[in-house]
């Protein structure tokens, strides 16, 4: 072996960044652990009902809208040379202290306007740490095309993050059942709180990013992302992602008081169901980075909002009474099925960075991955609003879930329009054809 390739593995070791990635993505999908203990805590100790709590659930995601803000100034501003780290530390920080304020003052009688603060200021240091590490996972893909053109290093952060979430989730529900919600914002605080100590250690330039001598000034990435969103290839695959999750009105916060309130499931064994969930997208993104990074992600994403119809279809049937009169427990449906659900709604966004990765043009990376993830954000929340419409039209109130199947049709249906507008997704070998047969 040549001096030169002694050298380069010395680098990749001493390179932190899939520890710094591989930690910070697994404390995001950990998010899931405070979060589970947040909902329980609403229901159980401040009262809320399923419309308030799906509120609640939806505008606490509002900081997650301004990201592609939080990625121009992060490609902008820099602080004593770096522009990822300091923000991943500031965004860690923000998580630390929100939540460890939760834990505190819920022991007294909080207020739900207190809460929501706070949940707010999480969320916005959460939105902080994904913009500079979905950032350094694009930069990094351009430093080694041939990495991220294979989907490696965004399948080993995925994975790190459904690990984070199936820990999270499977812990949530036992430390509930065993002590009590607030404990789960107690060790998360901790968590957040360990995470910033580890970034503020790391150089930026033991990353081995590509360098940017003269970074230019926010109203020149402004431009450049305002360019970058007029290519077709971007912004219709963009407008496609967050059609696709906007029009579908989701009924989580009903479906949570449905499944605690009327069928009386453990806690322990609704955590149990997200880490099910979890533990699909860890086997998704095995999957992909194994078998299917070499399928065009229009394909992919239209399988999967197939399948999605499908399982809201199921949740119907579920509902209706249907798998009960066929033997099988509700308990059973709730463990295997409902967590899955819940998960698959975010399978599409693994193939879809890496063809986001793909197109965007060098230096311009946390500016479109912060819009990328901006929308899917945003459209998470319209969905999420409507769907409170939706439960409201269809009638369902905490003692009242008469109307809950018309509405779980509705959803079912608003999932398959999308599938008619599939076109706007990019493709590469389409896209190549057709410029075969022009020349």
Known sequence: MSSDDHAGESRHRRNPIRWLLGFGFF????????????????????RVNPSVLQLLQNSANLPMVAKPIYGVVSDSVYFFGQHRIPYIAIGALLQAISWLAIAFLSRSNVSIL????????????ASFVEVANDAI???????????????????????ASSLGGILGNL??????????????????????????????NIREKSLNLPENPSPAG?????????????????????????????????????????QTKFLKIDASLLGISKVFGQIAMLLWGFAYNRWLKSVQPRKLMTAIQVTIAF????????????YRDLGVPDSVYVLFFSGFLETLFYFKILPFTVLMARLCPPGCEGS?????????ALAFIVSGYLGIVLASFVGVTVDDFSGFTRG?????????????????????????????KKE
């Not at 971007?234 to 059609?243: C, D, E, M, V």
């Open 311 to 322: 399982f809201v279809i199921s949740d119907l049937l579920f509902v209706r009474g249907v």
């Open 27 to 46: 404390v995001q999908g950990f998010r899931g652990f405070p979060w589970l203990g947040a909902n329980f805590f609403l229901t159980e100790q401040l």
């Open 368 to 376: 479109l991955m912060a819009f990328v993830m901006s929308a899917i």
């Open 114 to 125: 207190a809460l929501s603060i706070y949940l707010l200021l999480s969320n916005l240091g």
């Open 137 to 159: 996972v694009a930069e990094a893909g351009k430093q080694k095309a041939s990495e991220m053109q294979s989907g490696e290093l965004p399948s080993f952060v995925w994975m």
């Open 408 to 436: 779980l049709a509705i959803e079912a249906f608003c999932v398959g329009i999308p599938l008619i507008l599939t076109s706007w997704i990019y493709d590469e070998a389409e896209t190549k054809e057709k410029s075969k």
């Open 218 to 258: 926010i109203r020149k990435h402004l431009s450049d992302l305002s360019h970058v969103l007029r290519k077709p290839e971007i912004s219709f695959s963009i407008a496609w992602i967050a059609l696709s999750t906007a029009v579908v009105p989701v009924l989580t916060g009903t479906m949570f008081f449905y």
């Open 171 to 200: 812990l949530g529900g036992i430390a509930i059942k065993t002590f009590s919600a607030q404990s789960t914002f107690l060790v998360f605080g901790i968590l957040a709180l360990l995470q910033f100590l580890v970034t503020i």
